[in-house]
C-alpha cells in the first residue's frame, strides 16, 4: 500500500432532544474534513443560541486549505475565540441571552495528522486497535476533586456538582483559549466526539463494546445515542463520529466525498453553514427508535463491565427490510446561495431528496415532485410551530398560576412556623424577646414583641449591642427569658445598665400589659 496516498475521512452525527429537555441546546457538525460536537448552557434561549454560533464558527475550518498540522492548530484556536466574541457580543446586544455558552470539541484530519481542540466537558474518544482512549479531560468541577485526590471517578458519577463545567466558550470571565492536541492519524482510527448526555450514563466499556462491534458509522451513533437515552440521560444526546481510511487508488480519492451533516440547534437554520463553506449542507439523519437495538445493547452492553461472565449476544437491528418512511426518502439539504441564483428554487432554500415511484431519487428543485415535497414540508412546518406556539401559551398559563398557589402556600407555611420561634433583640431602647424570626418578606415583618425587659440596651457593650440588633435565636420563650437571666441581666449589672429592677418581665406577661414594663430613669 502506498504511503503516498491520503488518508480519507468519512463522519456521521446523530442529536437528539432526549426525553426530558424541551429543546435540544447540542449542535453537531460532520464532514470529510472536520466534526464538530457542541452542548450549549445558558436557559432555553441561550443554550442552542451559542452552541449554533460555535458551529458556525468553526464550519470554514471543513474547507480550509493547509497541510501543517500546527497551522491548523492555530486556525482552531482562532477560531473558537472567534466563536467566544460572537456569543459575548450577541448576548450584550441580547440581554436574555446573557450567561450562554457552549462547551466545544472540534477534530481536523490533516494529512496524517488529528488536531482536536476541547473545551468543556463534552467528550473526544479514539478507538484504535481495540482499546479506547479519551482524547480530553473535563473541564468540570468533579475533574478537579478527582484530579486533587478527593473524590474518586467512581464518586464522581453520582456527585451533586457534577454537571458544573469551569471552563466553557461564552459570555463569562473565562480564558477561551482551548485545548489543542496533535497525534498521528492512522488507517482504522475511529473518533467519537459526544456531549455528556452520552457519556454521562455509558460506562466507556460500554462505549468501547460499541465503536469496536458496530462498523456502519451511522448505526453506531444510533445506537449509542439510543443506549443512553435507555440507559437513563436527562440530558440532550448527541454523537458524532469519524473513520479513517486509506484509499488504494487514485480514483477513490476523487469518489470518496459526502455531504456534510448538520445536528442539534444549528440544523434548525442549515442555510448559513452552506453558504460558509460554499456547499450543500445536509441535514443529520433523526434517531430512529429499534424496538430490537437500544434495549437489547443497552442491557447487554451497559452491564458488561460490571459482569465476570459471557455478555448475551445483541445484534443491531435491521433497518434494510420494511417500507422506506417519509424521514429515510427525505433528507433537508441547504444549497450554497450563490449556487441558486438564477434558479427558482423553494423558500426555505432547503432541496428535498425525493424517492420516485421509479425508486430513482431527485434533489432537482425544478422537478414538480421535489417542488410538492418542499411545499408539503413547508407547510407541515407551519402547523407544527402554529401547535407548538398554542401549546406553549397554556402551559405558560397553568404554569403561572401554579406558581402563585405555591408562593401563597409556602409563605402561609412560612409565617405559621415562623410563629413558633422567639428571638432577643432591641425594642424602644431597651432588651425585649420577640415572637417569630428576625426577617421580613415583601416589608411584611414576621416577628412581634412578646417581653420587654427594664435592661437598656444603650448601657451594654458593643458586643452585645451588635447581637441585639442582628437578634439573638432562641428555641422558646423560656429559652430566651433563661438566657437573658443568666447572661445580658448580668452584663448590664456589670455596666449599671438598669434602673431599679435589674430583672425581665414576669413569665407569661404580655407585651401590651402596662405593668410589665419598668422604664429605667
Not at 465503536?211 to 444526546?237: F, K, P, W, Y
Not at 401547535?387 to 409565617?415: C, E, K, P, Q, W
Request: include cysteine.
Amino acid at each position: 500500500m502506498s504511503s503516498s496516498l491520503p488518508l480519507i475521512l468519512t463522519s456521521t452525527t446523530v442529536s437528539d432532544i432526549g426525553y426530558v429537555r424541551h429543546d435540544n441546546q447540542d449542535s453537531s457538525f460532520a464532514g470529510e474534513h472536520l466534526i464538530t460536537v457542541c452542548d450549549g448552557m445558558g436557559g432555553h434561549a441561550g443554550g442552542d443560541t451559542a452552541s449554533t454560533i460555535a458551529i458556525r464558527s468553526l464550519a470554514h475550518i471543513e474547507v480550509a486549505s493547509g497541510s501543517d498540522p500546527d497551522d491548523m492548530a492555530r486556525v482552531l484556536q482562532t477560531s473558537i475565540i472567534a466563536a467566544h466574541d460572537a456569543i459575548v457580543g450577541k448576548a450584550s446586544r441580547e440581554r436574555k441571552l446573557s450567561g450562554m455558552g457552549t462547551t466545544v470539541e472540534a477534530l481536523r484530519l490533516v494529512g496524517n495528522y488529528w488536531v482536536l481542540a476541547h473545551m468543556g466537558d463534552s467528550r473526544a474518544y479514539l478507538l484504535r486497535g481495540g482499546e479506547l482512549i479519551r482524547g480530553t479531560k473535563d473541564h468540570s468541577y468533579v475533574q478537579h476533586l478527582i484530579d486533587t485526590g478527593r473524590i474518586t471517578p467512581e464518586q464522581a458519577k453520582g456527585h451533586p456538582q457534577r454537571n458544573v463545567v469551569m471552563r466553557v466558550l461564552g459570555d463569562f470571565d473565562i480564558d477561551p483559549h482551548p485545548d489543542i492536541s496533535i497525534r498521528t492519524a492512522l488507517p482504522g482510527d475511529r473518533w467519537l466526539l459526544c456531549s455528556d448526555g452520552l457519556f454521562g450514563v455509558l460506562e466507556d466499556s460500554t462505549i468501547r463494546e460499541a465503536l469496536s462491534t458496530i462498523e456502519d458509522a451511522n448505526q453506531c451513533a444510533q445506537d449509542l445515542v439510543s443506549m443512553a437515552l435507555r440507559a437513563g440521560s436527562t440530558d440532550n444526546v448527541t454523537a458524532a463520529i469519524a473513520d479513517v481510511t486509506v484509499v488504494s487508488s487514485e480514483k477513490d480519492v476523487s469518489s470518496a466525498h459526502q455531504i456534510p451533516l448538520v445536528g442539534g440547534a444549528a440544523s434548525k437554520e442549515p442555510q448559513p453553514l452552506a453558504d460558509i463553506i460554499d456547499r450543500p449542507v445536509a441535514i443529520a439523519p433523526a434517531l430512529k427508535e429499534s424496538p430490537e437495538s437500544p434495549a437489547s445493547r443497552a442491557a447487554a452492553l451497559t452491564h458488561s463491565s460490571k459482569s465476570s461472565g459471557s455478555r448475551s449476544e445483541s445484534t443491531s437491528a435491521d433497518n434494510s427490510g420494511g417500507p422506506r418512511t417519509d424521514s429515510d426518502s427525505i433528507r433537508q439539504i441547504a444549497m450554497p446561495q450563490r449556487t441558486l441564483d438564477g434558479n427558482a428554487v423553494p423558500e426555505t432554500s432547503e432541496i428535498p431528496i425525493v424517492q420516485k415511484a421509479n425508486g430513482s431519487f431527485s434533489d432537482d428543485p425544478h422537478d414538480p415532485a421535489v417542488v410538492k415535497a418542499a411545499r408539503d414540508q413547508s407547510q407541515s412546518a407551519q402547523q407544527r410551530t402554529h401547535r407548538r406556539s398554542a401549546m406553549r401559551r397554556v402551559l405558560t398559563f397553568f404554569t403561572i398560576l401554579v406558581v402563585l398557589a405555591g408562593i401563597a402556600f409556602g409563605g402561609l407555611r412560612a409565617y405559621q412556623w415562623s410563629q413558633t420561634r422567639y428571638y432577643i433583640g432591641e425594642s424602644d431602647g431597651v432588651v425585649a424577646i420577640y415572637r417569630g424570626v428576625p426577617t421580613n418578606i415583601f416589608g411584611i415583618s414576621l416577628s412581634h414583641v412578646e417581653e420587654k425587659t427594664n435592661i437598656r440596651v444603650s448601657r451594654l457593650s458593643p458586643v452585645w449591642q451588635q447581637q441585639l440588633r442582628q437578634g439573638i435565636v432562641t428555641d422558646s420563650l423560656g429559652a430566651a427569658r433563661q438566657h437573658i437571666h443568666a447572661n445580658i441581666q448580668n452584663a448590664a449589672s456589670e455596666t449599671g445598665g438598669t434602673g431599679t429592677d435589674t430583672g425581665t418581665a414576669s413569665p407569661g406577661t404580655a407585651s401590651d400589659t402596662p405593668s410589665s414594663t419598668a422604664e429605667a430613669n
